[in-house]
């Protein structure tokens, strides 16, 4: 016995949703507890590394195991042409028409949808691991720094770097909107998803001050090259993990700030930092407002 598995994670126009990969691997842990020999197929998308459908060979397997998403449409029909020599099995799939060839190509159909046997998806029971969630805050072009703006260069970096990094990332924008949902009302609402951060990647002042307001440490990189507002704030603050735009571009100097943001030290720097200057500012303007009270 040696079974594939299979999903609409599978096809190269399909997709891959977090639902249908976390239930694929819920039955590679059920097959694997059980001895069963088995190999999961991707789309070359999705994990071009991976083995892809047209490099399983029919021949190698007793059954296809199809799982999640619809059991509907000409890819899935395709499949029992494909491996018409296995036994076919769908699990925790829904079905939208029983009399579709994409159903009945199947030996057993074991449906999530059915109404007199309706069953959990199986993404429910399936093992998962704890990543840090970070938030993602970039500052707009700020044409004010003419020439200096190093945005774009620096952007792309970043955004290569965190494609590649193993954790959950949330985009964030300080900008506030009373008719987008998408975007918080209040800065009392935007504080509140910082306190709930494991970290912050950030090219944008309020970013660097939201992170450490709520004690999360903050990988800070300004964008403007010879340094801008950015790099005069992490001062005022403090806070030591900021990149030069000159130095944007280079893996190493990024790596060894992040790891630094995510080990013990960087955490508890940002819990335990303190900003007596804070208010100096505000201290400042009473004095021009009220000359008597500094005299």
């Given amino acids: 016995m040696r079974v594939l598995v299979t999903g609409w994670s599978s096809f190269v126009h399909g997709e891959a949703t977090a639902g249908d990969?976390?239930?694929m691997r819920r039955v590679g842990e059920?097959?694997?507890g059980a001895g069963i020999p088995y190999e999961t197929a991707w789309s070359p998308g999705f994990r071009p590394e991976a083995l892809h459908l047209d490099d399983a060979d029919s021949g190698r397997y007793s059954h296809l195991v199809f799982v999640c998403g619809p059991a509907h449409g000409e890819?899935?029909?395709?499949?029992h042409e494909r491996y018409a020599s296995c036994r076919r099995i769908?699990?925790?799939v829904s079905v939208l028409d029983p009399a579709d060839a994409a159903?009945?190509?199947?030996?057993?159909?074991l449906a999530r949808d059915d109404p007199a046997t309706a069953r959990p998806d199986m993404s429910v029971s399936a093992s998962t691991g704890i990543v840090p969630?970070?938030?993602?805050?970039?500052a707009p072009g700020q044409a004010e720094y003419g020439s200096a703006r190093r945005h774009r260069s620096v952007h792309e970096a970043l955004e290569r770097w965190l494609g590649g990094l193993d954790c959950a990332r949330l985009p964030l924008d300080t900008r506030l909107a009373g008719d987008d949902w998408r975007r918080c009302r209040t800065p009392d609402q935007l504080a509140s998803v910082f306190a709930r951060l494991d970290a912050v990647v950030t090219t944008r002042l309020h970013g660097l001050v939201f992170a450490l307001r709520a004690g999360v440490p903050v990988l800070t990189v300004d964008p403007v090259a010879g340094g801008g507002k950015v790099t005069a704030q992490a001062a005022a603050l403090g806070?030591?993990?900021?990149?030069?735009?000159?130095?944007?571009?280079?893996t190493e100097v990024v790596d060894h700030w992040w790891q630094?943001?995510?080990?013990?030290?960087?955490?508890?720097h940002a819990r335990r930092n303190e900003f007596p200057a804070a208010d100096s500012l505000a201290s400042a303007l009473l004095d021009e407002l009220l000359p008597s009270r500094s005299a």
């Fill in 239 to 250: 806070w030591p993990a900021l990149i030069p735009a000159e130095q944007a571009l280079d």
């Fill in 90 to 92: 769908a699990v925790g």
């Fill in 103 to 109: 159903v009945t190509g199947f030996h057993r159909v």
């Fill in 133 to 138: 969630v970070i938030g993602v805050v970039f």
């Fill in 21 to 23: 990969v976390l239930s």
């Fill in 75 to 79: 890819q899935v029909r395709t499949l």
């Fill in 260 to 268: 630094w943001c995510l080990s013990a030290a960087g955490r508890e």
């Fill in 30 to 32: 059920t097959l694997a």
